[in-house]
């Protein structure tokens, strides 16, 4: 009997393995979309290790849409805003559903918190729900800081390591804190200045305005600034003393990204990446003082171009000396280990993950 049928059996037990392995690795497939100021992102990721954080990206879609601006502009988003969205999201749903055969429970929909101030984004929920059976979950402002740490730090790393990130209007991040009974504390850090009101502020200190777009002014006005940055980001720091124990800092953000970009000039594979602070001055003087450099280099590198696309030279000359005033303030720096997060469009879905794995304490 067994003879007769062995064919037919081995064909089924190879099956059966085969579909086993397959259902397997979707158990650490996750698809993330998040509905941004100026963009739709779709990410997929299959995660290997979350206590590291160590994934793969298996896609990536960016879908500009101006959507913050209407809402800034009307209070609401506009139907054609709405459509878009829709659009975009069941398209992207179906595709990564299809060529990845993601479980319903790993696909999560987030919009930025911008989004809660639109007076009918009730509409775009609905619509959301009716047309894919998911819940859109907007971001709480206060909770942003939370994600990006939990995110953008590997969670083996949560009790010794903090993060800042440089953004346009301000630099935020934390750091996490063990209690006891197994208790977690996030503490916030946040700075007034980012990328762009940084480049303002600088900007309204030039008092004869036919020289407001005179860059030997702006880099005259931007150091004497400095002054100023500094001694905001000595406050936000003298009040967390903390952050003396940690030995691990985590950047993520445009000004990093640039910096990472422009200076290393390599298409780096790892999620974290190791920079010192030689570095960053060293980059600094290629920024204020050697700019065509960087404007060659747009020409062959097309992750620089867009970093170029993205900041004029006042930008990321604001940017660097972010960058570079927090390393500088840090007490003890040559002592700590410094990484960029490259992958800073993820870090929100890595929170997620992390939230419902129970490999990782999450009890804040």
Not at 154 to 166: G, H, K, M, W
Not at 298 to 309: F, G, M, Q
């Amino acid at each position: 009997m067994f003879t007769k049928n062995k064919p037919q059996i081995l064909f089924f037990i190879l099956f059966s393995l085969l579909f086993s392995i397959n259902t397997f690795s979707q158990k650490n497939i996750y698809a993330g979309i998040e509905i941004g100021r100026r963009a739709i992102k779709v990410s997929v990721l299959e995660m290997n290790n979350i206590k590291k954080a160590e994934y793969d990206i298996l896609y990536f879609s960016n879908n500009r849409l101006s959507l913050a601006d209407h809402i800034s502009a009307n209070g609401e988003l506009t139907q054609d805003d709405i459509n878009k969205s829709i659009n975009i999201i069941v398209d992207q749903l179906q595709k990564i559903k299809t060529e990845f055969k993601i479980r319903e429970d790993h696909i999560f929909i987030v919009a930025a918190p911008v989004f809660s101030s639109a007076r009918n984004v009730d509409v775009l929920k609905n619509k959301i729900s009716t047309l894919t059976d998911k819940n859109l979950d907007i971001m709480n402002v206060s909770e942003e800081a939370k994600v990006l740490v939990k995110g953008g730090i590997p969670p083996a790393n949560y009790s010794s390591a903090l993060l800042l990130d440089i953004g346009a209007q301000s630099t935020k991040g934390g750091y996490i804190d063990e209690l006891e009974d197994n208790k977690l504390e996030f503490i916030p850090l946040e700075l007034d200045f980012g990328t762009m009101t940084l480049t303002d502020a600088v900007q309204k200190t030039v008092v004869n305005q036919s020289q407001v777009n005179d860059l030997s002014t702006f880099q005259e006005k931007s150091f004497d600034y400095n002054t100023v940055l500094r001694k905001k980001i000595k406050e936000m720091l003298d009040a967390n003393p903390l952050l003396l124990k940690k030995d691990k800092i985590y950047l993520s953000g445009g000004a990093v990204w640039a910096f990472a970009t422009l200076y290393y000039n390599e298409n780096v594979k790892d999620h974290y990446i190791p920079l010192t602070l030689e570095d960053v001055i060293n980059y600094d003087a290629i920024v204020k003082n050697n700019f065509n450099k960087l404007n060659s280099l747009s020409k062959t590198n097309k992750e620089a171009a867009r970093v170029l696309s993205t900041y004029d030279q006042k930008y990321l000359i604001s940017a660097n000396n972010i960058l570079l005033s927090c390393l500088e303030s840090i007490p003890s720096l040559e002592t700590k280990e410094v990484y960029f997060v490259k992958e800073g469009q993820v870090t929100w879905l890595i929170s997620y993950i992390a939230d419902r794995s129970k490999k990782v304490n999450t009890n804040f």
